[in-house]
């Protein structure tokens, strides 16, 4: 259950990195059998537009959810079919329109699965493994980008078809809705809280999940919602802060542009300094399924240590951008992504549904993607 819920967020990485890869595919002076024939501001257009997308359907995880009765399953169900849609119409379109319109659905579907991902995860974690599972959000998230940077370097040296990479959008959304209709069963979390809406037996039937998945009633972590107001106020400041500091680091940039940031200094390299930092992401986000314990070094010391070594690389690369020295440029991007993994990428999505009331944190997690989506588009 749980590899199949991070397939949601699987997919958002890979929408994030899915055209970074393939700038020389989109953007030239005149179409081509190889080449779309975009401007530079037009693909900016088809990246910006998917962040979005994912800030719309977020502010529509707050209250649709409620109205409808619809639950976390649901909701992931939904976004895979989004995903599908997005990625085959991504596949088949030659001009701009069609492109703005499949990365407004992968967007819609992404906006939904960052939303539910880290509270279904939750809601399936023991306490002593809560940090560690959800964690699992954000590299699923990362291996996605991670993916999407490799298939996409394939097609730009091996003259594929640029198609091949939205192409593998598509067969893991087949493979996420497959598994979401025939296997996969509803949060029992959300089964407690909300299964008398939707005319369920909610205990029936949050116990019948949890012994089919093997988890203990008591196995679930326990939110104390005594003075709700006062942690309601205070759970919004800290996802607040963290998300934008998260965001304000600059990470995005890179992510989305780095083979253009370094196509002018390091021509050659440029494509494979790409997927050396959506490598060196995916592996560094491994170290905080350990360390985020709090008995080890912890969720605040793992941001703090983070910001820091973000902040001092950026001084770095800031210099080495300014006086074009290339292989420094390189080497600071690559730390900079390197002690984002470790803090600022995973922690602040672990800490959504650990300083929400239980009634709120869909409210939080929404919050949170809105100001990803607000500050990465912009």
Known sequence: MILWVTLATFQFGFGISELNALHSRFVCATPTSECLGLTDDQYGYVTAIYTCGGGLASMTMIPLPRYVHMGR????LISAALALAGGTLLALSTRLPGLLVARLLQGLGAGVAVVQVPLYLQELAPPSMAGTIGIGNQLATVTGIFLAQAVGTWVVLGHHAWQRVPEVSVAVAIVQLVFGLWYAVESPGWLDTHGTAITVPDLRAAEAVRSRLGLAYDALPQHHTSDAPRSLAQGLRIIVVTQAAQQLSGVNAIMYYSTGILSTLLPSMAPFVG???TMINAAMTLPPLWLVDDARFGRWRL????????????????????????????VAIVLMIACFSVGLGPVPFVLIPEVMPPADVTTGSAAGWYLWSWEDST
């Open 73 to 76: 399953k649901t909701c992931l």
């Open 275 to 277: 997927l050396l930092i």
């Open 303 to 330: 941001l703090l240590l983070s910001a820091t070594g973000m902040g001092v690389c950026s001084l770095v690369l800031a210099y080495a951008l300014s006086y074009a020295h290339a292989w420094l440029s390189g």
